[in-house]
């Protein structure tokens, strides 16, 4: 896609103030924003827009007719060219046919019935990871279980065999640029897994299996070609879009837990508080910073009118610690009720994945909990101190001498 500045359709400053990816994750920031109302901003100098902080405000945005419009630099994915295969914003840029039709294929089949039959694979591979980490000494989680634990979830939910996932982690692992690490996919990690994707999705069209790849190709038409580009293009997005925010919920939400160690022993001391707990996680920690919308005809937004093209951002950490919603909305609360958070968005864009995500994570501190009830933080291991900028979380798993589990 290319980097240029849109064009900003706005009234007002012709210098917006800046915004980037450390600010919509900076609490006192976005809360002096909120302050502002719904002011125009440039979103790390690249595009302008309306910024919403406020959940009255966002919860109505995100729902508007009138802003189903695409983005500006929408580019469609049917080019054929294989020099795009590893162009990861495509995906959240599509024109908006093709996204509807690419969330058409996936919604159809991604349902709560075929999230709950997958949860026993859920819980083995959250065990096969778990089962591997060593006792006793620090470990980085991030690398031992929060990164991979979401990319075999995936992999199991598609039915790529295990011996074939490695497509999978070189691609996905490349396009982390989480926790101090620069983004390092390469091009020919990119091709590689469109070409691995490919050829599986033509040898499901052949012989079905009961995965979701099988699903969407035995009920989506009559175009076969069509058909495979947008199983290809689904999957792609469902790797992309489902991986990171599972890993920084689970990096995160463990970390609060375990430096507000009464919170972790009181789930020890009642498992049932568990639900809560991932649904006051998703709103404390909100992994995902940005829900964004384009006006496709003029509208008015928050008092603005914004012009056809223009786009408005829910900045949802900040949405989802509105004072004006949420209590003491700073206060890490598993008891919290109502607890309506919008972590994972609303209207035509929501997160088709929610229902596997919270399955994901009940399942990750459901089985921490189980297998090291002693779990702590620890210093880094010696020489992780040299790179102080990669920003990890190690933890110490101590097993419990009375009930190590064993995987199921």
Known sequence: MEDRPMECPYAGSDRPPVIGAETLRDHAALARLRETGTPEVSLGGRENGLMVTR????????????????????????????????DEERLFFLPTE????????????????????????????????????????????????SRPFPVAVLCELLGIPREERGYVRDYLYGWI????????????????????????????????????????????????????????????????AGHRPVTRLITDGLELLLRRREHW????????????????????????????RYAGTPTEVDGAVLAAGGGVHCALAAVN??????????????????????????????CLGSALARAELR?????????????????????????????RLWVLPVPDTDHDPVPR
């Open 55 to 86: 959940y009255e405000v966002a919860a109505a945005v995100l729902v508007e007719p009138a802003l189903r419009g695409e983005h500006p630099l929408a580019v469609s994915m049917r080019t054929g060219a294989d020099e795009e295969a590893c």
């Open 98 to 145: 093709e996204h509807r039709r690419l969330r058409r294929t996936v919604s159809r089949h991604l349902t709560h019935r075929r999230v709950a039959a997958l949860v026993p694979r859920v819980r083995r591979e959250a065990d096969l990871l778990l089962a591997a980490v060593p006792r006793g000494e620090a470990v980085d989680l991030v690398r031992v279980f």
């Open 177 to 240: 640029a989480e926790y101090g690490e620069a983004s390092t996919v390469t091009e020919s990690a990119g091709h590689a897994l469109s070409r691995y994707l490919g050829k599986l999705i033509r040898a499901r069209a052949e012989s079905p299996g009961d995965d979701l790849i099988s699903a969407m190709l035995r009920h989506g038409g009559e175009d076969s070609g069509l058909l495979r580009e947008d199983t290809l293009a689904a999957v792609r997005f469902l790797l992309v």
């Open 265 to 292: 022993e009181r789930l020890k001391a009642e498992p049932a508080r568990l639900d809560d707990t991932v649904e006051e996680l998703l709103r404390h920690v909100t992994p995902t910073t940005l829900a964004s």
């Open 321 to 350: 610690r509105d004072p004006e919603r949420f209590e003491d909305p700073d206060r890490f609360d598993p008891g919290r009720t109502p607890n309506a958070h919008l972590a994972f968005g609303l209207g035509h864009k929501h």
């Open 363 to 391: 399942i990750a501190f459901g089985t921490l909990l189980a297998r090291f009830p002693h779990l702590a933080l620890a210093d880094p291991a010696p020489g992780a101190e040299e790179e102080p900028e990669r920003r």
